[in-house]
């Protein structure tokens, strides 16, 4: 049995199970850190890379092997750091995203006793009164709660305006033991943020704590249920979406009640065939509405794999068949404006083949630090345009695996030599379209993300010129104002010249001067102190009274130097 399953038997083991279980996954990141350590930074400066070369495949395959294992018996949150992981496929070797891109499948669910008892203390009566039958068998199980399909009784069916629900549940103690989870990894990411091969790239306590806190969320199904009336109402109107209705009277923030909407999962192709729905066409809708997302809502479903999108037939519905319906709001992304605008010029970029506008881009978002050199990650981009721009996923496989080794291994040196980094609040954002690029080629081999690029992008540039066209005439409003005042300004400024009270000054001039004043006081400071210092030691030997006194005041102009004195306004 589990740990966490003991400390939910044994109530009273539970402290024990819990810092067992924190200890294990130290041990375990410390054990795989210290092993990275020796491979990739001792034995290349030994010499000796050749043998970290040769062994870096099966090493990697054999962490992912142990991780998942222990993320399979510990769950929780360890569950959901598997998932992430497996869905970097843009940085993750594929031997590693292949061990755990099934691991939201191996979840045990927990027995209906338990789950029966949580529910019942959290909506506070027998479940037979509120529903005719509930199935004990979970429709879903997760690291965080499972799911169970049931039916209201007719009272409560009138008063929720539905009859077919899908109650979720928590798994009991989940709160306590994503506790210990974040307080792990917590740790872990502080000992990550002293390797600098990763505090270069990323600010890892950062992203634990934005991990922390859509973790948090998530065992929080009150916001669950909010989040998806958010998303809901982002979406009113448009036929291509669909989301179940919360019965609030029956939720809680452990206990989630929802309309049933199951129908068939967006990837199960045979079962689309059988309705007469093309899965080839399903691919650009979903890629479509994610974008949306992504680029003009800015609230995002974090978690799009194929267990939270089904595509419901709607026979006799005008325009399309069939709507995609999304579930599980429990991980949910925002996008700030920023980085909202810097997405859409990057997508602008990408589809127009332009290397230059491309990097700007992913420096207005922050991925790509201000000092960096663009010039030859301009150029490169400009060649992988040139190169492969615009080819799909069956095209690219056909490609001879040496051009790509070859490309991949110049472009690579150079990624690294820039400095890059991971900007908070853009994990979610990377996991969510990871997730959209591998549905979309489930659904379709031959997919094509420039297809669906392309004519979003020229949107959005259309809606861009749209805007700038709106600043310019605003510009063109204020202008014409200050061209009405300008007139009186000049009678006034005339007027004071006359009277002699006319002033002239240059903040920003005045501020260099002060600044040029202090350095050059602080490089004088330094210089006497350098003196003294020299004259102290030299005349100690012969004289150790003046030598003592000369080092003690050395002590003088070395505080002046280095002390960054009164700024300026």
């Keep these: 049995m589990a740990e966490a399953d003991r400390a939910r038997a044994d109530p009273a083991a539970g402290a024990g199970s819990t810092r067992a279980r924190y200890r294990r996954i130290l041990r375990f990141a410390a054990w795989h850190l210290a092993l990275t350590w020796w491979y990739e930074l001792l034995l290349p400066r030994l010499g000796l890379r050749r043998i970290t070369e040769r062994t870096r495949t099966r090493r ?44 939201q499948d191996e979840v045990p669910p927990v027995p209906f006793p338990a789950i029966r008892d949580l529910a019942e203390a959290e909506l506070g009566t027998p479940l037979g009164n509120i529903f005719a039958v509930i199935e004990e068998t979970p429709i879903a199980a997760a690291s965080l709660g499972q799911a169970h399909r049931a039916r209201l009784l007719p009272a409560a069916a009138e008063d929720a305006g539905m009859s077919g629900v899908v109650v979720k549940v928590q798994r009991p103690g989940i709160e306590a033991i994503v506790d210990v989870d974040l307080a792990a990894l917590r740790r872990v990411g502080g000992w990550l943020s002293h390797f600098r091969l990763v505090s270069d790239r990323a600010d890892m306590p950062s992203l634990v704590e934005e991990f922390a806190q859509t973790s948090l969320e998530e065992v929080d199904y009150l916001q669950e249920a909010a989040n998806s009336e958010r998303f809901d109402a982002d979406f009113a109107g448009d036929e291509r979406v669909a989301v179940p209705r919360v019965a609030w009277e029956r939720t ?35 890629a479509s509405v994610m974008f949306d997302q992504l680029f003009t809502t800015g609230f995002f479903h974090a978690d799009p794999h194929p267990g939270n999108i089904f ?43 332009d290397g230059g506008g491309l990097v700007s881009a992913i420096g207005e978002i922050g991925v790509l630090l201000p000092s960096a050199d663009t010039a030859e990650l301009e150029r490169a981009m400009s060649r992988l345009f040139t190169r492969f721009g615009g080819m799909g996923f069956a095209e690219l496989r056909e490609v001879d ?39 979309c080629s489930s659904l379709d081999p031959r997919f094509n993300l420039w297809d669906s690029v392309e004519p979003y992008a020229a949107r959005l540039l259309r809606e861009e010129r749209g805007n700038l066209l709106q600043d310019a005439s605003r510009q063109v409003v204020d202008a014409a104002a200050v061209a009405f005042r300008l007139p009186q300004r000049l009678d006034r400024l005339a007027a004071r010249a006359e009277e002699g009270s006319l002033t002239a000054g240059n903040p920003r001039l005045e501020r260099q001067v002060a600044r040029l004043d202090r350095t050059v006081r602080r490089a004088v400071s330094a210089v006497l102190f350098a003196a003294l210092l020299i004259a102290g030691a030299i005349l100690r030997h012969d004289d150790p009274a003046l030598g003592t006194v000369l080092l003690a005041i050395s002590a003088l102009p070395l505080l002046h130097s280095a002390w960054p004195g009164r700024r300026g306004p």
């Design 60 to 103: 990697m395959i054999r962490f992912a092997r142990r991780f998942r294992a222990l993320a399979v018996e510990l769950g929780g949150l360890m569950i959901k750091v598997g998932q992430f992981l497996s869905s970097r496929l843009d940085v993750l070797p594929p031997e590693i995203t292949k061990e755990l891109e099934d691991l």
């Design 252 to 286: 809680t923030r452990r206990v989630l009640t929802l309309e049933d909407v199951t129908a068939i999962k967006i990837t199960d192709t045979e079962a689309l065939r059988a309705a007469g729905i093309d899965p080839v066409e399903v691919a650009p809708v979903f």
């Design 311 to 353: 595509v419901t037939p709607t026979p006799g519905a005008g325009g399309l068949p069939w709507r995609l319906t999304f579930i599980d709001f429990g991980m949910m992304g925002e996008v700030p404006a920023g980085t909202r605008s810097g997405l859409r010029k990057l997508l602008i970029a990408a589809a127009a083949r």
């Design 401 to 439: 695996p040496r051009e790509f080794l070859a490309f991949a291994n110049e472009f690579g040196e150079l990624v690294r030599s820039l400095p890059f980094q991971v900007p908070e609040n853009f994990l979610l954002i990377i996991r969510a379209m990871s997730l959209t690029s591998g549905v």
